[in-house]
């Protein structure tokens, strides 16, 4: 059976759902602030690769486990339903069917636990 | 995909600068050189290089920041280390014993003639070294690097202005050498479209080059596809360290030339009286005569960074905060909106907004999406396109997202999104949005089964539209009626579009129609050239392609890509000219003239080649492959494939596959061809564009390796169907094919059609079918000649193959047998390997054949029938990639 990866258009549909994801979290309020400083550039290779994996391409992500990365990070439950919701939209302005994004969103949403600090909710 | 030994990087020989560089310094018997030119681009790899070359000792010399301010500084580290006669750290104030030393130095290094002097880093050496240089200059050979004259120090340069030193600006490398440093570097061949598409935006820097590639493997954006290096998306040079190397540069220049460099820079371009509201016009003046920035040529004096990969490292090394700062301060003094009044300048103002997460208007995202798209940005449109959420502008940016989805090679998403944009809330209901949206439609329809209907459909609403609005522009009727030729070619209605299309070049000739019917006018001519070449009017063909449909192009003197108006031609009528061209040139069998167009292409439509170099690469296999050229035709074919494997832009894998089947059968490699054509049978959409040369190409490999049979009569049958559309050459072209495979019926068929104009090719045809049929082999020698005169080498080789079976002893046929195996590509293969392919009864056959037996003979030792013996015979040449009796004689020679 097809992934959602290849159902979605593959390397270069997810490339541009990354850049279009980190464009409206730069236009976000409550989120930009987590990424001004950092090298946007890696972190857009970094999390399209991750989301390739995730999504049933080929496994190329060689990163720190999601927990270590996010560790200490502070993130809330509110951010990450905000970072869903964007994710969600930029596929769908992307003109991707809505089928594979509600598939995708739920795969995104069983790493919750791995994300978000239950301390500083 | 990554391996574990770190690349080298290579170090390209410049043979031709080299060369240069000997010849001046021996005609004006010059003392050496002065060699100038960018950073990074070579100046020390060539002194290096010449150095070698002249063979003697060398001794190297480099300016250095700290030591340019005291006297002899640069000599230090070489004097002390001599510790040469009174000469050591300590003496460096006394000018007679350094020179002695020198002096000392340089005359023990010349056993066997003057020793070779590189100066590196001439900018920042002391006045007093160059000076001893300058008194040293009969005793050594002195290569000097330097940025550029002006840092020369002046000794030196006198030395210049006199004639002893040539001198010579050592300049980027071209796309050729980039290419060739690329596979030597990776460790296999790179796509000539990613070749230029690296070079474009290294600027041709081998240093910036390095990163780039660097930087894109890393990024997973050049990957290695069956074993061809491709670039998934155009390359932009960002890399931290080379922010780093230019900051060096940076840190010297002023807090406002600095300013001045990251405002142009990240405008990509500033009218002049703008930039001047923001920052000091002196800091202005002084990048300038620098020639960091450059003024263009615009009615509007407008500035830019003069190399674009420069332009892109500043915008990437701007940070956040101060990126968002100075947009606001140039939005705020822009009051006229003039950075967003051209093409360049509004993609480049939507990039830098959305890089500040800061609002994009969404008619400017729009614009912008479309010029991405033009651009071939198709992941940058898409972006832009996303970011304009409903509203009136929202089918306009359905049109850019199906654009760049099709150009992403992914046709079906664009035509939902199509589908969606026509019937959703927001559907179109103005004249123009209704144009747009059906124009994009054909586009899509081409690539994807049974969308024509809906295209049309779609074409029908957008007429009524127009017509109903009075005062509506000619031109949005225009575009209807060229995406209606354009819908009516690819599903090969070309009798129609003879009988309109007439009528529509006819008018315009007496009508004497404006520049604004330029698009219409080139349109119809492309498409009917097209129509008449495949209808067999070949004459009428070429003289409507003499016309150069570029004149109005060129007469409106602006350069970039398109978009319509300013005499400029809309891609979308390039795009027609150019398929029309390349179609009447292949039909009528101009094939060298044909390469030449796709050649000249990929030059002017550079660019666009990392998207279309699929389709490029798979064109001119085609091309060869009709001649019968397979050895060449194979690399781009490996090519192709790898590229497609990236996005199939033009829907060609069917031709690839084909191609690939076909030439690896012509080659002999039966398993190959085999595994070739069943990937060529897993339901692959073709273009129309190329769905005949893959049918023809897909055909002739399963004549080769496969049922024979049956591919001859398919052949015949889709020569039957052509014939009842009216398409006279395609009917020829495939009855010559079952012929050469076989077919004595089809055979027959060729003379007794005529044919109104039949032009070079269908005359080559008919000479050789008149030959066949005539079985003379002294006619056949002499087609077999000039067929190979012609560069057509399968049907020269088929008649030279049966004027040696009809004449076994004529040396002139079994050379031009030989001749035109060459020009194919065919290695003379083992005899042990090749009749192990086949089966014992095969064997029996093929051996008493290559002694020369008749058939006749072979039927009566081995009791068969002269019948079953063809057949074993045509099944062996299948399996031994032979096309006929004389190709197994030189086999089994």
Redesign the interface.
């Known amino acids: 059976m097809e992934s959602v990866f290849d159902q979605i258009?593959g390397?270069?549909?997810l490339?541009?759902a990354v850049?279009?994801l980190y464009?409206r979290?730069?236009?976000?309020p409550v989120l930009?602030m987590w990424f001004?400083?950092t090298?946007l550039?890696r972190l857009k290779?970094h999390q399209q690769?991750f989301l390739t994996a995730a999504l049933g391409g080929a496994d190329?992500f060689g990163g720190r486990p999601l927990t270590e990365a996010h560790a200490g990070m502070g993130i809330t439950h509110e951010a990450f339903d905000l970072l869903k919701m964007h994710l969600s939209a930029?596929l769908l302005?992307?003109?991707?069917?809505p089928d594979p994004v509600v598939e995708i969103i739920a795969r995104v949403e069983t790493l919750r636990a791995g994300v978000v600090e239950e301390m500083f909710t | 995909m990554s391996d574990e030994t770190p690349r080298v990087w290579p170090e390209l020989e410049r043979g031709d600068v080299l060369a240069a560089l000997r010849v001046d310094a021996a005609k004006n018997a010059r003392r050496g050189v002065i060699l100038c030119g960018d950073a990074g681009v070579g100046k020390t790899t060539v002194a290096h290089q010449l150095a070698r070359g002249r063979g003697r000792e060398v001794i190297t010399i480099r300016g250095g920041d700290v030591m340019s301010e005291v006297p002899y500084g640069a000599l230090y580290g070489m004097l002390t280390e001599a510790s040469l006669g009174a000469a050591d750290a300590r003496s460096l104030d006394q000018p007679g014993q350094v020179a002695a030393a020198l002096a000392e130095v340089v005359e023990s290094r010349s056993t066997g003639g003057a020793p070779t002097v590189i100066l590196d880093n001439a900018g920042l050496l002391d006045e007093a070294t160059a000076f001893l240089l300058g008194q040293l200059i009969d005793r050594i050979h002195l290569i000097v690097v330097a940025g550029s004259l002006g840092d020369v120090p002046d000794p030196l340069l006198e030395l210049w202005r006199d004639g002893i030193l040539g001198m010579r600006e050592i300049e980027a490398l071209s796309s050729t050498e980039v290419a060739e440093l690329l596979t030597r570097h990776l460790g296999s061949p790179i796509a000539l479209s990613a070749a230029d598409a690296l070079h474009h935006a290294s600027g041709g820097n081998p240093l910036f080059l390095h990163h780039l590639v660097t930087e894109q493997i890393d990024a997973l954006t050049l990957v290695q596809h069956d074993g061809v290096w491709v670039l998934e998306r155009a390359a932009a040079l960002q890399d931290q360290r080379l922010v780093d190397v230019l900051r060096v540069r940076l840190d010297r220049w002023s807090e406002g030339q600095r300013l001045v460099l990251e405002i142009v820079a990240l405008t990509d371009s500033i009218p002049f009286t703008l930039l001047e509201q923001l920052v000091e016009g002196e800091d202005i003046a002084s990048l300038l005569d620098d020639t960091v920035i450059v003024m263009g040529r615009e009615t509007i004096p407008t500035v830019r960074v003069r190399h674009r990969h420069i332009a892109e490292l500043v915008r990437f090394g701007v940070s956040f905060p101060r990126r968002r700062q100075l947009r606001e301060q140039v939005v705020a003094a822009d009051s006229a909106g003039t950075l967003t009044a051209t093409t360049e300048g509004v993609l480049a103002f939507a990039s830098w907004t959305l890089a500040c997460g800061a609002p994009l208007d969404p008619a400017i995202a729009v614009r912008a999406a479309e010029a991405a798209n033009t651009f071939f940005d198709p992941e940058f449109a898409l972006r832009l396109a996303a970011s304009v959420q409903g509203g009136p502008l929202a089918s306009a940016a359905a049109v850019e997202k199906s654009r760049a989805w099709r150009l992403l090679g992914l046709p079906s998403t664009a035509v939902n999104i199509l589908t969606a944009a026509s019937t959703g809330e927001n559907a179109p209901i103005g004249a123009e949005e209704l144009v747009d949206l059906a124009a994009e439609w054909v586009a899509s329809a081409h690539q994807v089964a049974g969308q024509g209907d809906a295209a049309g459909r779609m074409l029908g609403v957008a007429r009524d539209a127009v017509d109903a609005q009075p005062g509506v522009s000619d031109d949005l009727s225009d575009r209807l009626d060229i995406a209606r030729w354009d819908l009516f070619a690819g599903s090969g209605r070309y009798v129609d579009l003879v009988t309109e299309l007439e009528g529509v070049t006819a008018d315009q000739a007496s009508g004497g129609a404006g520049a604004d019917a330029d698009g219409r006018r080139v349109a119809a001519r492309s498409v009917l050239a097209a129509a008449y070449a495949l209808v067999g009017r070949q004459t009428d063909a070429l003289e409507l392609l003499a016309l150069d449909p570029r004149a109005a192009q060129v007469a409106g003197g602006a350069g970039g890509a398109g978009g319509a108006g300013g005499g400029e031609l809309p891609n979308a009528v390039l795009d027609l000219e150019y398929a029309a061209r390349f179609d009447v040139l292949l039909r009528c069998g101009s094939f060298d003239e044909c390469l030449a167009t796709l050649a000249r292409e990929r030059d002017e439509r550079a660019h666009q080649m990392l998207f279309y170099g699929s389709a490029a690469d798979s064109s001119a296999a085609t091309v060869l492959l009709f001649a019968g050229r397979a050895r060449e035709a194979l690399p781009l074919l490996h090519s192709a494939l790898a590229q497609l494997r990236v996005r199939d832009v033009r829907s060609t894998a069917g031709q690839v596959f084909a191609g690939l089947a076909y030439a690896s059968a012509l080659l002999g490699d039966q398993s190959a061809s085999q595994a070739y054509l069943a990937d060529y049978g897993e339901g692959i959409h073709t273009h129309w564009h190329t769905m005949a040369s893959a049918t023809y190409l897909a055909l002739g490999a399963q004549a080769l390796v496969g049922d024979r049979e049956a591919a001859i009569a398919a052949m015949v049958e889709g020569a039957d169907a052509r014939a009842a559309e009216g398409l006279a050459m395609e009917e020829l072209v495939l009855l010559a094919a079952a012929a050469r495979y076989g077919s004595t019926k089809a055979l027959a068929r060729i003379p007794e059609r005529a044919m109104t104009q039949p032009g070079v090719a269908a005359t080559r045809i008919n000479d050789w079918a008149t030959a066949r049929i005539a079985a003379d082999p002294a006619a056949l020698t002499a087609c077999a000649e000039s067929l190979l005169a012609q560069d057509d080498v399968l049907f020269a080789l088929d008649a030279a193959e049966h004027a040696v079976a009809l004449d076994p002893e004529s040396r002139r046929a079994t050379a031009l047998v030989g001749a035109a195996q060459e020009r194919m590509g065919i290695e003379p293969t083992s005899i042990s390997n090749v009749l192990d392919m086949l089966t014992k009864r095969e064997r029996d056959v093929v051996e008493r054949a290559s002694r020369g037996d008749a058939n006749k003979d072979i039927a009566d030792e081995l009791f068969l029938s002269v019948r079953t013996v063809e057949s074993y015979l045509q099944s062996a040449y299948g399996k031994l990639g032979v096309a006929g009796r004389a190709g197994l004689t030189e086999l089994l020679a």
């Open positions: 258009g390397t270069p549909a490339r541009t850049a279009v464009d979290i730069l236009a976000d930009s001004q400083d090298d550039r290779v690769l190329e930029s302005e992307m003109g991707v069917a």
